[in-house]
Structure formats: C-alpha cells, structure tokens
C-alpha cells in the first residue's frame, strides 16, 4: 500500500482538511475510551464471548486502517508541496538570469563598455545610471519573482501546518495500534477459552501464538483473476507473492503491512492468520486477505487505483 497524496491549492481547504482529522481523532479515541477491557461472556458462553471479542477487534482495525491510511495521505501532501517548493524555487532562479541577461544585453547596445560600469571603481555618475536601468529593466521579471517567492511562502505555512497534523495523526496511529493488539490479544484468549471448552487442545501458558495453527490453503482463490487483483498485485509487486518494501515495511503480492494484514485477517474470522508474515501466506490466502479488505475498505488501501 503505497504513500500518495494531493497538495491542497487553497487555505479554506487546508482548513477544511485539518478540522475533518481532528474530528477523526477525537471520534476514534472517544470509541476506545469506551471499550471495556474484557469479553462479557453471558449465558452464550465461549462462542458469545469469542463474537463480542471479534466486534471490538474488527472496531479497532477498522479505526486503525483508517488513521493509518490517513497518515499516508498526509506524508503524500507533504512530498506535493515540497516538490511544488523546488520547482518555485527553480522559477525564481531563472527569472534572475533572464533579468541579468537582459541588462547585460540592454548595456551592450547602449555601446557602453560593460566592465567600466558593473566594475565597483565606476564613476558615481555611471553607477546611478546603471542602478536606475537595471531596476527599470528587471521591475517586470522582479514582480514575477516576488509573486513566486509570495507562493512560496503560502506554501511553507502549508508544509508547517501538514507536518504538525502528521505528528498528531502519528501519535493516533500508535495509540490505536496499541488498543488494536490488545483487542487481538483479547480475541486469541476468548478462542483459546472455547477450544478448551471444547475440548480441543491449545497451548500452555495462555493464549497461543497467533501463527501456531496456520495451514496454507493451497490452490487458486476464486478471485484471483478478479481485474482489481490482478491490476493491484501487478503496481504493488509485479505479482510478486514474496515481494518486501522495507520503507513500510510493506509484505506480499498486495504490499499489507502487518497491522493491516492482522486487521483484515480478524474482520475476515480467520484469526489463524493474525501474525503470520504475508510473505509465508499461500497465494490463495494473499488474495483472499486483498480481496476481504477490497470488501471491507474499498479502493483507499491502494490509494485508490485500479
């Protein structure tokens, strides 16, 4: 799941932008502060009690892949408007040649020798003149440059204000992931209370490993050759199911990081997978995680493409 992001062109949008986030916060953080901390097994029993864990679990995914993917956004603004920067910058640059050359030409016809009046022994009486010609010849190219260097300082203000909401947004993401594995660990004692209920065997010493009981389902995914698979797999990893990018890190054919890997794979009621590495997960269970969070989330995951 790649980083994009567009640069915001006007201030009441950037406003707009920044009041939805903090709504987002605040509305994310209140959920969790309600969250009771432990499964409520009534007179259902463990299978009551593994289903409550599973909603708070999936709440706390959903919530998390959202901020997440948010913050993502955010780091694709800022990239935006710092390449906006160095190109108003290279504007800015070759608006002062041009003005150096024009006066240099303007000099040159006026058959005045171009040394004896850019040198700082010139006569008083060259230097005003060669002042005052200068500044009529670069007034249109200067105007220009100031309206640039104008941009460029709205677009500063923009890259301040993106990286304070970033550092918020940041500080979200962890406190969510957090409430997140927690939840997850909830959710693997309340699986391991049933199958003890049942009598099936788990390991000692508490919840088990969330890999402990993987078995990769061999085959092809129905969906497969669905084309949003195919046309995600192929920009994310050309396809490739062993594919890393350390940058995220980002695993597999469709580039999961692990939480949203984990996220998907409690929404989806296949908690075997909660923690296994994508990469050690079979292509039918790649697709199958890909195409869940397709259901789920839609496009976003992806930035929207395909």
Known sequence: MTRT???PTTDDRRVSKFGALAGLLVVALAVFAATPAHAQQGPGGGDQGVAAAQARANQAGSAYIDALFKSQELDGQIAGIQESMAGLEERVAALRDTAQVHALAAYKRSGTPVVALLTSDAPAMDSARRTVLLDYLNARDDDAAAQLRKAREGLQTQQRDLQAAQQQQNDVVTQLKGEQDRLNTELNAAQDQRRRAAGTTAPAGGAPAPSSNYVPQPGENPHH????LVCTRGIESHGNYQAYNPSGPYYGAYQFTQGTWDSTANYAGRGELVGVDPRNASEYDQDDM???????KGKGPWNGRC
């Open 5 to 7: 992001g567009r640069t």
């Open 225 to 228: 050759n669905d084309p949003f």
């Open 290 to 296: 890909a195409w869940t969070l397709y259901q789920w």
